[in-house]
């Protein structure tokens, strides 16, 4: 015997996964580091996400060391510059699939060695493949990527 209770919870859990399943593919989460050398190099890369310099290489660009830069990542962002520069890439990578830029080329231009890798970063982040998170958006005929998130 199906209760009222029981069809309360079956509409929820399914209220609860659409709700779910169109937060994927939203923008990812990518707070602005305080301090202005880390400020400085989020700035130059939010640019040109591409640019493929080192934590090293910006570090010595802004003459401090490298672990300084790191840790005011970490500390002010809650990232590793790595992740805080790998997420940024990928948002940046939702605007070109939406102008219907092709995944290699998408790839290339926000800062991936390989195609191979940003289709796994992108899936990591995302839970879906580029080519299956534009062909789910062009279906649902909603903009090609979400609001940010927390917004």
């Known amino acids: 015997m199906v209760t009222d209770t029981a069809i309360l919870v079956e509409v929820r859990d399914a209220k609860l996964f659409a709700l779910l399943s169109g937060l994927r593919g939203s923008r990812l989460a990518v707070p602005e580091p305080r301090s202005p050398i880390a400020r400085a190099v ?5 640019e040109t996400p591409g640019d493929q310099r080192t934590a090293t290489e910006w570090a010595a660009l802004h003459f401090t060391s490298s672990t300084s830069l790191r840790r005011a990542f970490r500390a002010e962002s809650g990232l590793s510059f790595t992740e805080w520069r790998t997420r940024l890439r990928l948002n940046h990578s939702l605007d070109l699939l939406a102008k219907g830029m092709l995944v290699g080329a998408v790839a290339a231009r926000v800062g991936f060695t390989s195609a191979n890798g940003y289709i796994l970063a992108f899936r990591r982040h995302f839970g879906e493949t580029p080519g299956a998170y534009i062909a789910r958006r062009s279906s649902s005929g909603g903009p090609i990527h979400g609001q ?3 917004s």
């Open 42 to 46: 989020a700035g130059s890369l939010a």
């Open 148 to 150: 940010l998130q927390g």
